[in-house]
């Protein structure tokens, strides 16, 4: 969301890392939660629909193994959920985590 969001404090940085990108790749639950947050701030689905439409972009689909590795998690709340789910696919493919997110940067290092 740094990315699209200009009065985020990460924006600059996010835009930067962005641009100098081949290939990123997105999480499934990522773009759920990046749709839920424009929709609840009335922000329109416009950047969804580039996101998912940028060639340099792969949308990174779940397997039943992500969702039993958060379920033993013992997630507390949704956005442990989701945060479980990424890093198993972090973990799984051998991607490079990039996020801003100091919670899931911690629980990437656990």
Excluded at 37 to 58: Q, R, T, W, Y
Excluded at 94 to 110: G, V
Aim: glycine share 0%; net charge neutral; charged share 35%.
């Amino acid at each position: 969301m740094a990315v699209v969001v200009e009065d985020d404090v990460n924006h600059r940085e996010a835009i930067r890392i962005w641009s100098d990108a081949e290939k990123i790749y997105v999480p499934f639950i990522s773009v759920v939660e990046f749709e839920y947050f424009l929709l609840k701030h009335k922000l329109g689905s416009k950047a969804v629909e580039e996101l998912v439409n940028d060639p340099k972009v792969e949308i990174v689909p779940y397997t039943s193994q992500d969702i039993r590795f958060a379920l033993t998690r013992r997630p507390k709340s949704y956005d442990d959920f989701n945060d479980y789910l990424i890093l198993s696919v972090k973990r799984r493919t051998s991607l490079r985590l990039f996020t801003f997110d100091k919670e899931l940067k911690r629980l990437a290092k656990s």
